[in-house]
Every structure is written in structure tokens, then in C-alpha cells.
């Protein structure tokens, strides 16, 4: 399916009516999935300094279709947006909780028996929590690039999260399970707090940056 112009805009604004978003002053309850994102991003913007803030803002949408098209199966003529440098971007959002991008979530969902990745209602609960981060991320971005240009967004992140994110290339995510599977480490009630209350019949696991004492 060829995606025109006002399709490419309208994802987010599509996704959001559908999933719902994280509302300013309630970050704190998402922090997992925000900070495995948000990590990730961080990484590939250091390595890759042409990956920066609008970028981001095109790699939001193309992340999303992408997601989508796992979901529905339906195929998306995407390249007319897609670049080297956006690409690395929606690669990194991705592998934060992605089993369809991410191997090593993959195999940890394999070890919990659960074998048919490709399952789109599965998925679809696996994506929720992470695409309402996506969209909050994106209004976040929106904002520091108008305040501080093509590198705001990034600038903002090494300023508030950069001491917790080590300087290597390694991916973490933090991903969903359906509450019968056991998780491969449980995080606590207090970090996933209102989040865990709003996906009752889910539990989490995750491999998370080690935050400052």
C-alpha cells in the first residue's frame, strides 16, 4: 500500500485515538519503557550525530507504520521517507521492546513458550504501553527542537538521563508479557507503578540502565 503525504502525518494522530498516549506529569509511571526508548535513542544520536532531533521526527511515524504492519499484516510503501539516517532511529526506538526487531527478546519470549512472534493480537498488547511512549516522546521532541533546533531534543536527553546511559552501542528494552508467562526478571511495583494497573493481565520484564543512587 503506497502511503501519501497526509497518511505519512496522520499515524500519530491515528495511533494516539487508538492506544491512548502519556500525558505530561505522568512520565514517571512509564519510566521503563521511556528510559529503554529514550536510552537507545541517545546511543544511536552519539554514534551517528546526522541521526538528530528531526530526524527523530520523521523516524516516529515510520517506527509506527512499522509496528503497524506487524499488527495488521498489511504492507506499507514506506521509502520515500525512510533514510540512512532516520532508519537508525526507528531501529533504536524498536529494539527497546520489539520480539519482531529485538533477538534476544525473541529468545527470551521463546523460552516462556511463546513461539508464534508473528501473532498480531499478541503483539498488539506487547506494543500498547510502548507506543503511547512513542507519541509522548514525539511531543517532546516537537517542543526542543522548536526551543533549541535540530539537536534540542538530544541536547535535553544528555542533560537529564546522559550520566545513566553508558557510552556503548548496546540496546535495552523493557517488553510485556501476558500474566500467565513468568517474567525473566520481574521489575518492581514501584517502578511500574500506575502502568502495570492500566495492562492488568500482563507483567514485565526488562534489562534497564542501572540508575543513580
Known amino acids: 500500500m503506497k502511503v501519501n503525504q497526509y497518511q505519512f502525518d496522520n499515524i500519530c494522530r491515528q495511533m494516539e485515538k487508538e492506544f491512548g498516549k502519556v500525558r505530561k506529569g505522568e512520565e514517571d509511571q512509564y519510566i521503563p519503557f521511556l528510559m529503554a526508548i529514550e536510552g537507545n535513542l541517545l546511543k544511536t544520536h552519539r554514534q551517528f550525530q546526522a541521526s538528530n532531533s528531526r530526524r527523530l521526527l520523521e523516524a516516529v ?6 509496528l ?10 514506506l521509502e520515500r521517507y525512510q533514510s540512512v539516517d532516520n532508519e537508525r532511529l526507528v ?6 521492546f520489539d520480539p519482531l526487531t529485538n533477538e534476544e527478546i525473541a529468545d527470551a519470549f521463546r523460552e516462556k513458550g511463546i513461539v508464534e512472534l508473528n501473532n498480531q493480537e499478541m503483539l498488539r498488547d506487547i506494543y500498547a504501553i510502548s507506543i503511547m511512549c512513542i507519541l509522548r516522546i514525539k ?5 526542543f527542537v522548536q526551543q533549541l533546533g535540530s539537536d534540542g531534543y538530544f541536547d535535553f536527553l544528555e542533560e537529564t538521563i546522559g550520566t545513566e546511559v553508558p557510552q ?21 511495583e514501584d517502578d511500574i507503578q500506575d502502568a502495570v494497573q492500566k495492562q492488568k493481565r500482563k507483567t514485565i520484564f526488562s534489562r534497564l540502565f542501572k540508575k543513580r543512587s
Not at 61 to 66: D, K, N, S, T
Not at 139 to 143: D, Q, R
Not at 169 to 188: G, K
Open 68 to 77: 503497524k504492519r506487524n499488527m495488521t499484516g498489511e504492507d506499507y510503501e
Open 139 to 143: 511531543e517532546s521532541v516537537e517542543l
Open 91 to 96: 531501529h533504536a526506538i524498536l529494539m527497546a
Open 168 to 188: 556503548n552501542d548496546e540496546f535495552h528494552y523493557t517488553v510485556i508479557l501476558p500474566e500467565n508467562m513468568a517474567p525473566e526478571e520481574q521489575a518492581s
Open 61 to 66: 511515524p515510520l517506527a509506527l507504520f512499522q
